[in-house]
């Protein structure tokens, strides 16, 4: 299938990066400057910023409560951006829709960024969130059943790498990992997948982009071979808690998302993967307008038995 027409019309308009080396801050705040006012954001019955103590430090995070209730699965999301973009407000959209369809409270980590947080700190803040909601389950209300981790792109690869941690240090209390068009390998050769040539211009993400954007987070000490930094390189990946894996049809990444699933089948590991046609790198948090891309909300609730 082509670029649905509506992600074409606007790939279409997006001017070609500057040249000279990239500016962190102009484009976080390039990205900030589109985030709506709160009152034209999706409404729930309460989102509260707070902080969660951890071991690699104080951690700022967002809790969207859906609606009242008793109790509630929880859902620790991760968001994306090469490791040295996004936040809670540019992604608050994807975390009150992870919210509303799933029924769970979403706790939303506004975890260390590259280039100002050396390699691990963005990790470990991530991995301490959910530890610290574990722990506080009573305080968040949790009904001690589902623990889950989402994330796109590279919130994805942070996914990928704390269901590993979690597995390494004995931690079993993750039920699900939800990875949208995860980042998995960070060595950037353009012959290890065949989505890497096939879309690698004209979709938005390119291929050619890949390295240069995540410059900022290998060069604060983050090895693409190290497991951690490229899940997708993890051995042995047995006993890691089920997975979907939701890809798009035209993003360089595609491949390695698709065989992270593969290989956790492999392992004894549920896994599924949802491909979707027409859409491209992002589609989650940027075209989840459209209703075929909005699905992919819901689709996470069914994978998470809440539908």
Known sequence: ????????????????????????????????????????RLPLHAVDDATAHTPAGDVPVRIYTPVEA?????????????FFLGSLDTHDHV??????ETGLK????????APEAAFPAGLDDCYGVVRWASENGDALGWDGRTLAIAGDSSGGTFVAAVAGMAHDEGFDRITHQVLFYPSLDLDFDVDRYASLRENAEGYGLETAGLAPFNAFYIDSGADPADPRVSPIKREDLSGLPPALVVTAEHDPLRDEGELYASRLREAGVDATVSRYAGANHGFVQNFSWIPDYYRAFEETAVFLGLR
């Open 70 to 82: 008793d109790a509630y699965g929880l859902l620790v999301y991760f968001h994306g951006g090469a």
């Open 106 to 113: 979403v706790i939303s980590v506004g975890f260390r960024r």
């Open 1 to 40: 299938m082509t670029l649905h027409p509506e992600i074409a019309k606007i790939v279409a308009t997006l001017p070609a990066p500057p040249p000279g080396p990239i500016d962190p801050a102009v484009l976080r705040a390039g990205e900030e400057a589109m985030v709506p006012p709160p009152a034209e």
């Open 95 to 100: 975390a009150r829709s992870l919210a509303k």
